[in-house]
């Protein structure tokens, strides 16, 4: 089946570290984005990019970090930076002029 | 710049009475418009969408919905709620300029009472 796949479902982070949540797809969407989403704020962009090697910084892009390798991966790192990372994370891919498809999501708790 | 505005952050409606979800937006080009469907700690699902063509848009699970231009809005309506169509609804913009970065709104939470 193709989709998009993210791992862990659930993460927690202690103060000071950095972590790196995980995308992938086998959709063969040349687009990738993160979004970060808060209760009753939506959903925030925080990178996306459009072709391997390339990526820019959305709206709430500090403290995050992002690679794009591969077309089929676009790995998230929450840095010590950032300094309220508790969130539900959703990645999304999206062929040209297409739709954007969901992943099921990873929660991040900071303890 | 593209914006969505989703009117009411709750809609409580009970179970077989008409839904309808306010979504109105602005956009300088020829808009696409989506609706989402987001139930717990879950990722969006796709319920219809508008790009061109027929205003009236059919979806998923009997949702459907119109895009008027005169108005600027896309609501989503369904004539039977059921139960199991509590969950978070987005709806979203894109600008044909930059058609790659939808504009979300803040969602709205249906309940949907026995």
């Known amino acids: 089946d193709g989709g998009i796949t993210q791992s862990p479902k659930y993460l927690f982070r202690k103060e000071g570290q950095n972590v790196t949540l995980s995308c992938e797809q086998n959709l063969n969407h040349d687009a990738m984005y993160w979004y970060r989403q808060d209760p009753g704020q939506g959903l925030r962009l925080i990178y996306y990019s459009q072709i391997v090697n390339d990526f820019q910084k959305g709206d709430i892009a500090e403290g995050y970090s992002v690679s794009r390798e591969k077309k089929e991966s676009f790995p998230l790192t929450v840095t010590s930076a950032q300094k309220n990372p508790t969130a539900f994370y959703l990645c999304a891919s999206r062929l040209a002029g297409e739709t954007q498809y969901f992943g099921p999501g990873t929660r991040l708790t900071v303890l | 710049a593209q914006s969505v505005t989703q009117l009411g952050s709750h809609v409580s409606v009970s179970e077989g009475a008409l839904v309808l979800l306010r979504c109105n937006y602005s956009s300088s080009v020829p808009p696409y418009l989506f609706w989402y469907v987001q139930y717990p700690n879950q990722g969006l699902q796709l319920l219809l969408k508008y790009t061109t063509g027929a205003t009236l848009v059919k979806g998923i699970n009997g949702f459907e919905a119109e895009f008027k231009k005169s108005e600027t809005s896309f609501h989503l309506t369904k004539p039977s709620a059921h139960m199991s169509d509590a969950a978070e609804y987005f709806c979203?913009?894109?600008?044909?300029?930059?058609?790659?970065?939808?504009?979300f709104g803040r969602g709205t939470s249906l309940i949907v009472h026995p």
């Open positions: 979203a913009v894109s600008d044909g300029r930059r058609s790659y970065i939808p504009t």
